[in-house]
């Protein structure tokens, strides 16, 4: 008998140290006796008191309850009781002085002897507030995400709408309009990178400026920190100065240069793009979409001003801000992604011929992959696929393959192993992909990357550069 009771001893000790390893509070309630016995860690969370207490016919700890929540916990411990003999709530403790909201999860289970009658009640008492937090933020993100993708799905459309209307061919409207969107693309992969609290300057001059003319651009200026807003905004205005830069400008020649230099004001900042060494210029005779969007972008998004200047010499543009374009720099930002040269879409010029080139794709969105496989199929390549799945892309591989276009990820699952077969068949490959990092390919592979969103030549090019042999 002396075993026994020393036994109930240690399993009663061993009970305590689990409920307090599981930081949970408990409680017992006696209904013969009408009385309430509470830990002193479900007091910690409740703000209750501890010990023994009146039970009041069991409503002695309602009032522990927050009243907004107490009906649809009494409800649903009614329900519980007369269904199972327990419940299991989660509602919020009564406002305390001094601390905020608690979210707590009860869970009680009736007691009954031998005859079936009710002797109480035993339960445990949870602060589940940190996961409570965590799930109102995946929701308050998941909102702010669903907000986003709206906006930039009515941004494309603008933009698509906007390019149409001042194009006349379809070549014309589908280059104008991918690069647009491929500088929205950059601009958010930055913001993305610093989980949206907004993007560098000079990161953003980077991604736009960065693989265009090696040798012939240059940028300096203090370090400051845009908004979101801003930072897509000023990236499109870069976009639209790069792009007539290349067309008709400075970076339409060898002996062009462009300098873009930005500095701090009193009222936000002031970016100052200069061209110097390229063709004579002259006025337009009259104001094309680039200029509209660029005096839209900086009066709506930079609470500033574009001034443009068609000196012979080379165009002069100055870009001012307000200060509600600035936002203070977190203290850790990644580096700037560096833009691959091969990811400038390519102008007119020789056709890209991939002629007898078997070329493997691999690629979960159909939309996407039914363009690849017409653009490769139009240079003259034999497609493979598309395989939308990993299974799909192994089962592919024990075909003769020249080279491959592999998306990063698939419908969840790495392309790793599809990759490491190719590089162990010394078959070469290029990465298309919607991950953004600081300019390495994914899993470290020596393979060039493309990021989407994409115009269908770029990989085209980049394969044909793939399937170049080496010189001797």
Not at 191 to 217: F, K, M, N, S
Not at 349 to 372: F, K, Q, T, W, Y
Request: one cysteine or more; proline letters at 6%; glycine letters at 10%.
């Amino acid at each position: 008998m002396a075993v026994d009771a020393r036994s109930a001893r240690l399993d009663i000790q061993h009970l305590e140290l689990a409920l307090q390893a599981a930081g949970l509070g408990e409680f017992q309630y006696d209904v013969p006796g009408d009385f309430y016995i509470v830990s002193e860690r479900m007091a910690a969370i409740t703000g209750g008191r501890a010990g023994r207490i009146p039970a009041e016919g069991g409503r002695a700890l309602w009032p522990l309850i927050h009243p907004d929540d107490f009906p649809a916990a009494l409800e649903k411990i009614q329900a519980g009781f007369a269904e199972h003999d327990r419940y299991e709530i989660e509602c919020r403790a009564v406002p305390r002085e001094g601390r905020g909201t608690v979210w707590l999860r009860v869970v009680g289970q009736r007691i009954r002897d031998s005859a079936g009658e009710i002797q109480g009640v035993i339960g445990i008492v949870e602060d589940i507030t940190p996961r409570r937090v965590e799930a109102q933020r995946t929701e308050n993100l998941m909102a702010e995400i669903d907000h986003r993708v709206k906006n930039v799905l009515a941004t494309v459309q603008a933009l698509a709408v906007q390019t149409a209307k001042r194009t006349t061919s379809l070549d014309g409207f589908l280059q104008a309009f991918a690069g647009r969107l491929k500088s929205l693309g950059s601009a958010n992969e930055l913001l993305t990178a610093a989980r949206w609290r907004g993007a560098a300057i000079d990161h953003l001059v980077a991604a736009e400026l960065g693989g265009l003319a090696p040798g012939q651009t240059r940028w300096e200026g203090p370090d400051l920190f845009l908004t979101p807003r801003a930072a897509n905004g000023l990236s499109l205005a870069l976009h639209e100065l790069s792009t007539n830069a290349l067309k008709f400008g400075a970076l339409s020649v060898e002996t062009g240069r462009v300098d873009v230099t930005w500095r701090l004001t009193e009222g936000g900042f002031v970016l100052d793009w200069s061209e110097t060494g390229g063709p004579v210029v002259t006025a337009p005779t009259q104001a094309g979409f680039g200029s509209t969007l660029l005096n839209q972008v900086t009066r709506r998004e930079l609470h500033g001003a574009t001034t443009l200047e068609f000196r012979p010499t080379g165009l002069r543009a100055r870009l001012e801000a307000g200060a509600a374009a600035l936002v203070s720099r977190p203290e850790t930002v990644p580096e700037a992604p560096v833009r691959r040269a091969m990811e400038s879409i390519p102008g007119p010029g020789d056709p890209i011929s991939l002629a007898g080139a078997r070329v493997l794709i691999v690629e979960d969105a159909a939309l996407l992959a039914m363009e690849l496989e017409t653009g490769l199929s139009e240079a003259g390549a034999e497609v493979l696929g598309p395989a939308y799945e990993l299974e799909e892309a192994m089962a592919l591989l024990g075909q003769p393959i020249d080279a491959a276009v592999l998306d990063a990820n698939l419908n969840g699952l790495s392309v790793q192993p599809v990759a490491e077969l190719l590089a162990e068949r010394g078959v070469p490959f290029v990465f298309a992909t919607g991950y953004g990092d600081t300019g390495a390919p994914p899993n470290g592979f020596d393979a060039p990357v493309i990021r989407k969103p994409y115009d269908v030549t770029q990989v085209t090019a980049a394969v044909a550069e793939l399937l170049r042999p080496a010189a001797p």
